[in-house]
């Protein structure tokens, strides 16, 4: 199974401690020891939100924007894509990150085209209409 | 001599959570599980009466159920082969859970395998998957009851006081969870065993705890009333049954020894007059003696490991409790020092709410109020009706009685559970000297 390990940076998360920053493991370690094993598949840092480029495209005209879409605090720092047997696995090594200390890491399951043709899609759709799409 | 349907029922009771977490482990599809295993025991209804009882119960239920599964997954895949997505489809599932043993995605890997002979090891991983923090934590303690009793949809429905249509859908969403977050049935690796354990234990302390409210009520007033008292039991045995498949987890033993010594009381917890009793005045006779010895001695057993936590300590608190022949036999200054290790451990204001109230049988009502005064500002604490009632009843004992009197309607504004609001309602009469039946 394949996860987008969505690295972030959470400057006004009230939890975080900075002798737990003080105590993250180094970000080499965790690069050689996953993307060794081959459960880490591709990944980079990603540049500030400052230089996103925003593009939409409104009644046939492309809108490019300058910047981010919202101006949030949380911002994502950079991502990995993981190939895990399993969310514990997966777990396992995001907590292993030094940015789950500085910072959190957020998993999101990969959702392969085709796997909502099995029999419970109906319930899965219903469900993501019941919670606003979350 | 039993009667196969007695024997079904019997093995409905003993087998439902090891049938259901063998298959689950092998489909990786709890609902799948869910459906088999019911089948299984439907078919155990019509064949033991014809065949007889097998010898081993519950190695037939597995059988019975993983062929089901093996069928349906058949089924299934003849349908999806005949379609482009089918191949789209076993691409993610292909070297899947490569170390929690063969997930059976592919159906023809399923025939072959016995091992049937570790149905703890099934149970345990069934446990850790209910209990997964990843699923949203009331769907973790429907689904936990539901996969580990095999009670039924309706019946955790009643038991919640929630519609069944409500419960149907948080079971349901739990289990899609599970599905689409790649939860798989498994022990959790190494790193994350201790916490999850934890987690493990925190889903079935609040099970047990929904009962156990249900037990201060007055009997007639339990809205759901047997559904919900009986959860505390249901709470009990899982304990029981985490205890047994955790052996080299103290906090384990130390949460079924608590649970046994609180629910050794539940008969003494409400008088028949509908007043919530306190610790102090219940009828100890109404104890449970079988049950507090069975409390002491796992406390016991898990305090002999020499890895104290949060549980056992609550448990040697209420030990203290369940020893003293009557309240002023109490070892009070244990039962302190119990709080204060508590307080370190676990440092909520409810704990020093608690430990305040210890504080005062100690050292009297004087340094009880001081500790109270402490926590007067605690937000967490503004709209929780005991501290301004042990508020109260420190006054009343420290000889300031119209103070005493003002903090119990405090109280009053703030408790909803009935049992404790007659409590206060007397306290306050026999304070104020009227006495107006009030009921």
């Known amino acids: ?134 | 001599m039993t009667t196969p349907a007695a024997a079904v029922e019997d093995a409905f009771r003993t087998e439902w959570g090891r049938v259901l977490g063998a298959v689950a482990r092998h489909v990786g599809d709890l609902d799948l599980a869910e459906e088999s295993t019911q089948e299984a025991f439907a078919t155990a209804l019509r064949t033991w009466g014809r065949d007889g009882v097998p010898e081993r119960p519950g190695a037939w239920l597995t059988t019975t159920a993983r062929r089901h599964a093996i069928d349906v997954l058949r089924r299934r895949r003849t349908e999806a082969d005949r379609t482009a997505t089918a191949v789209r489809l076993a691409a993610p599932l292909e070297g899947a859970a490569t170390d929690v043993g063969p997930t059976g995605h592919d159906p023809d890997d399923l025939d072959g395998l016995g091992d049937l002979d570790d149905p703890d090891g099934d149970l345990l991983r069934l446990l850790y998957t209910c209990c997964h923090p990843a699923l949203p934590l009331e769907g973790r303690i429907a689904l936990t009851l539901r996969s580990l009793t095999g009670m039924t949809t309706a019946q955790v429905a009643r038991a919640f006081l929630v519609p069944e249509a409500t419960m149907a859908q948080r079971l349901v969403r739990a289990k899609r969870r599970i599905k689409a977050t790649g939860i798989t049935f498994r022990v959790p690796p190494a790193a994350l065993r201790a916490e999850r354990t934890g987690d493990v234990l925190t889903v079935l302390y609040l099970l047990f705890t929904e009962g156990y409210d249900a037990w201060a009520e007055p009997a007639t007033d339990v809205a759901g009333g047997t559904d919900r008292r009986a959860l505390a039991g249901d709470a009990v045995r899982l304990a029981r049954l985490a205890a047994r498949l955790l052996p080299d987890e103290p906090e384990a033993g130390g949460l079924l020894a608590l649970l046994l010594l609180q629910h050794a009381r539940r008969d003494a917890r409400n008088g028949p007059d509908g007043v919530t009793r306190t610790l102090a005045e219940q009828d100890r006779s109404l104890w449970r003696r079988d049950e507090i010895a069975e409390g002491l001695r796992v406390l016991d057993d898990a305090l002999a490991v020499r890895r104290p936590g949060p549980y056992q300590v609550q448990a040697a608190i209420a030990a203290l409790h369940a020893r003293a022949a009557s309240a002023p036999e109490t070892d009070r200054d244990e039962v302190l020092a119990l709080y204060d290790v508590l307080l370190g451990m676990t440092p909520t204001p409810v704990v020093a709410l608690n430990r305040a109230v210890a504080v005062a049988e100690a050292h009297g009502p004087a340094a009880g109020l001081a500790v109270l005064d402490d926590l007067a500002g605690d937000p967490a604490l503004g709209s929780y009706h005991l501290l301004p009632a042990v508020r109260a009843e420190l006054l009343a004992r420290s000889g300031r009685p119209d103070d005493a009197a003002a903090a119990l309607r405090t109280a009053l504004g703030l408790v909803d559970r009935e049992g404790d609001r007659r409590l206060l309602h007397r306290r306050l009469e026999d304070l104020t000297g009227q006495r107006n039946d009030r009921r």
């Open chain 1, 1 to 134: 199974m394949r996860y987008l390990m969505l690295v972030m940076s959470t400057p006004e998360d009230p939890d975080l401690r900075p002798e737990d920053a003080a105590g993250a493991p180094p970000i080499e370690a965790w690069v050689e020891r996953h993307y060794g094993s081959g459960a880490a598949v591709l990944g980079d840092r990603l540049r500030p939100p400052q230089d996103a480029v925003g593009v939409r495209v409104r009644g046939g005209r492309a809108l490019v924007t300058d910047g981010p879409f919202s101006e949030t605090k949380e911002t994502i720092a950079g991502f990995d894509v993981l190939d895990a047997p399993d969310l514990d696995t997966a777990i396992a090594i995001a907590a292993e990150h030094p940015m789950a200390y500085e910072g959190a890491i957020e998993l999101r399951p990969f959702w392969p085209l085709g796997l909502d043709d099995a029999p419970d899609g109906a319930v899965a759709a219903a469900d993501a209409h019941a919670d606003g799409g979350a």
